[in-house]
């Protein structure tokens, strides 16, 4: 037969601050939980029915029904924990470091918490309480594009020169292309997750109907995008394309184009002295980031393209413009402050960062 929880009991007093917790609005989250958990005991419910309404586990009410038996108020607090384990000491972490700049052991790629507990025959919490300590983690990765162009402070220096702060009078202009872009339909809808979570859901089977290229200029001042659908992606398509864009633009005004090194943006001599007041700037190798007609075609993918069902070329176009129409009612400049990364910390120790 199971024991039956122990009956508690509160002042007054107790009562009106426990209240206080629950209902304040600057109180922590976890700290309400565990006022309302013994509100609810000393309205003598039972264990099993409070942790079924509130939607957590049945050791958890036992455990703050206890806590405010023993200490009253104060148990509600999280008791004082020490972040790192005194009887390993510096010792342990220093292993650690060191360990880390090894070659991981045979038959794995990296280190993990287990692989450095049983390296080092010291406790799985002990390395991960350090790790957390540091800051390390190990399973996480970032990665990204350095530059090996010679000249790559001139050409970002130009380019960014012309963000910050652009001839008088002139149009500046990202232009690039995002080629192959799929028209795939599937079946999606949401689905209820073994954790009860509800997400988006996808069949793993689709057809393909076909892919896009779409040419897209950005407006820097403005934020402002024209966009062009073609089914190539040919120089004469890229000539074409910039042709429209500088519809209704004067001759006698200076227009700047910033282009990556693509193949077909470069060798247009001959248009380009069709169009005296049209001046190309390129990116460095490797850095077309620094475009930042890359950061609209980032939103676009996000929000218009990422788990969307198309069942033609036709439909994947009405997207695209639909999503231009909707995103001109609020277009707005970008505001260059990209951060800067040193290509030397992919050398660094681990032990030279952290230490």
């Given at each position: 037969?199971?024991?039956?929880a ?18 304040g ?11 309302q ?52 000491g ?31 025959q ?43 702060n ?8 990202c ?21 009860g ?8 089977t ?39 864009v ?7 005004r ?29 990116t ?31 439909s ?11 995103y ?28």
């Amino acid at each position: 037969m199971p024991r039956k929880a122990a009956k508690i009991e509160a002042s007054l007093d107790e009562r009106k601050q426990l209240e206080r917790l629950v209902n304040g609005r600057v109180v922590l989250k976890q700290l309400a939980q565990r006022a309302q958990i013994v509100l609810d005991c000393l309205a003598n419910k039972e264990n099993r029915d409070i942790a079924k309404e509130r939607n957590i586990c049945e050791q958890t009410v036992a455990k703050w029904r206890n806590r405010f038996s023993e200490k009253r108020l104060s148990g509600l607090q999280d008791a004082p924990r020490s972040r790192l384990p005194k009887k390993y000491g510096k010792t342990l972490r220093e292993n650690i470091l060191k360990t880390l700049e090894l070659p991981p052991p045979k038959g794995l790629s990296c280190w993990d918490g287990g692989s450095l507990a049983r390296v080092l025959q010291v406790p799985k919490h002990a390395v991960w309480g350090v790790l957390r300590y540091e800051g390390i983690q190990l399973q996480r990765k970032r990665s990204w594009c350095v530059s090996t162009d010679k000249q790559f402070a001139a050409k970002s220096a130009d380019v960014i020169g012309l963000y910050l702060n652009p001839p008088e009078n002139a149009l500046v202009i990202c232009v690039d292309e995002k080629p192959s872009i799929q028209a795939l339909e599937r079946s999606r809808g949401y689905v209820e997750t073994s954790s009860g979570k509800i997400v988006q859901g996808l069949r793993s089977t689709y057809k393909r109907h076909g892919t896009l290229n779409l040419f897209a200029a950005l407006n820097v001042a403005t934020g402002a995008v024209k966009s062009k659908t073609t089914d190539e992606k040919k120089r004469k398509d890229f000539q074409s394309f910039l042709e429209e864009v500088l519809v209704g633009v004067p001759n006698d005004r200076e227009v700047h184009i910033i282009l990556d090194n693509y193949c077909t943006h470069k060798r247009n001599e001959k248009w380009q002295e069709k169009h005296l007041n049209v001046f190309f700037h390129f990116t460095p190798t490797s850095a077309s980031w620094l475009n930042q007609v890359e950061i609209w075609f980032g939103i676009l993918a996000r929000k218009a393209l990422r788990g969307a069902s198309f069942d033609s070329t036709e439909s994947l176009r009405k997207a695209i413009e639909d999503f231009i129409t909707v995103y001109h009612e609020n277009a707005k400049p970008f505001i260059w402050k990209k951060r800067e990364v040193r290509g030397s910390q992919l050398r660094n120790t681990l032990t030279n960062l952290i230490n």
